[in-house]
């Protein structure tokens, strides 16, 4: 059974920083890519970064800079390093994985597997 559960989230001061942390099966892990998604109240769900199978990332302009995804195929684990937090940053974030080899990454609905997501408050 594929599953992928993330941690890591939590309440931060802006300018601070948080590593959310996504454990993936085997299955998963050899997909074409894995992602990070966000989504806040009253908002669809959008892409935060993804890293394809060739180790290209991919980040929304929102977050180039100060976010990173990386990955530890050993671990089948997927990391987001956030740095500079804002409060425009809150928002519930999903790890997503399965990705088609000749499907864009940028839109949710092309991944097959989802986390349950995990909570990043950013005060001001």
């Known amino acids: 059974q594929v599953q992928l559960v993330e941690s890591g989230g939590g309440l931060v001061q802006a300018g601070g920083s948080l590593r959310l942390s996504c454990a993936t099966s085997?299955?998963?892990?050899?997909?074409?890519?894995t992602a990070w998604f966000r989504q806040a109240p009253g908002q669809e769900r959008s892409l935060v970064a993804a890293?394809?199978?060739?180790?290209?990332?991919y980040y929304s302009d929102s977050v180039k800079g100060r976010f990173s995804i990386s990955r530890d195929n050993a671990k089948n684990t997927l990391f987001l390093q956030m740095n500079s937090l804002e409060p425009e940053d809150t928002a519930v974030y999903y790890c997503?994985?399965?990705?088609?080899?000749?499907?864009?990454?940028?839109?949710?609905?092309?991944?097959?597997?989802w986390g349950q997501g995990t909570q990043v408050t950013v005060s001001s």
């Open positions: 085997g299955r998963t892990a050899s997909s074409a890519g």
């Open positions: 890293i394809r199978s060739n180790d290209n990332t």
């Open positions: 997503a994985g399965g990705l088609g080899y000749l499907s864009s990454y940028r839109f949710s609905g092309n991944y097959n597997y």
